[in-house]
């Protein structure tokens, strides 16, 4: 069964972006959703592992630049928080469940529900037809968009933050869990941005934006091919690339 059309390959070259409805159906989106709910129900976060998420640049650098939890977080399933959702203490302000922004960066090898999804042959086939040599993922990310809490996504090109060289040897999933519209907060692209000036490190050139706060949840996952990991950060670090899964031929 063809997943993608030879036109939707041309298309996906000419803009950078493609949107493959139903490609997966709403059973495996509701296994996710429902693996996820148990996965954080059982979340035991020490304190000082409590980190809040941010997009900003500079917060970036100063808290989860300099924290150990999110930097070696490459091979490992943790938590990352919205802001304001802790007191001076460290304790829940918010109900536990309505406080995480999003759990990363390796539940395609840890957790076996969103494995089979990520390494599905469907997947694998898409890989092929958009010409990946040896296909690595190397994150994978749950994202929440909590709602009424969370800050802006701002403006962005994710081969900024997962580098390789050559520049742009990255490919981002993104599945929507939930309908995403205009009207509750969808992904939006400026199509043909990825062919604009090469960005360089932690740039922020507008080629992919989130519209709102209150964007819809979603599991992504970027691939990359096993010749131009060499030199793959994630702010600013080499993520531990060893032990995540490769895509099978």
């Not at 092929?128 to 993922?137: A, C, E, I, N, S």
């Not at 490190?201 to 970027?222: D, I």
Request: aromatic share 12%; net charge negative.
């Amino acid at each position: 069964m063809d997943f993608i059309t030879e036109e939707q390959i041309q298309k996906y070259r000419q803009d950078g972006y493609l949107v493959l409805e139903g490609f997966f159906s709403p059973e495996e989106c509701d296994a996710l959703r429902e693996r996820m709910a148990v996965i954080v129900e059982r979340m035991d976060v020490p304190l000082h592992c409590r980190t809040e998420f941010s997009t900003e640049q500079e917060e970036q650098l100063k808290t989860q630049g300099n924290a150990d939890y999110f930097m070696s977080s490459g091979d490992k399933v943790r938590f990352f928080f919205e802001k304001g959702v802790f007191d001076s203490q460290g304790d829940f302000l918010v109900p536990r469940e309505r406080s995480v922004n999003k759990i990363g960066h390796a539940l395609h090898a840890s957790e076996p529900v969103f494995k089979n999804v990520t390494h599905s042959p469907k997947v694998q086939e898409l890989s092929r037809k958009l010409d990946f040599k040896q296909p690595v993922v190397v994150q994978s990310m749950y994202i929440f968009k909590q709602p009424g809490i969370g800050g802006e996504v701002t403006p962005h090109q994710d081969a900024t933050f997962l580098y390789t060289e050559p520049l742009g040897r990255v490919m981002g999933v993104w599945i929507a869990l939930e309908d995403a519209t205009e009207e509750n907060g969808c992904l939006w692209f400026i199509p043909g941005s990825h062919k604009s000036e090469t960005p360089s490190k932690h740039a922020s050139p507008f080629s992919l934006c989130c519209s709102t706060p209150c964007c819809r949840s979603g599991f992504t996952f970027t691939w990359s091919s096993w010749e131009s990991i060499a030199e793959l950060f994630t702010i600013g670090k080499c993520l531990n690339v060893i032990k995540l899964q490769t895509l099978n031929h």
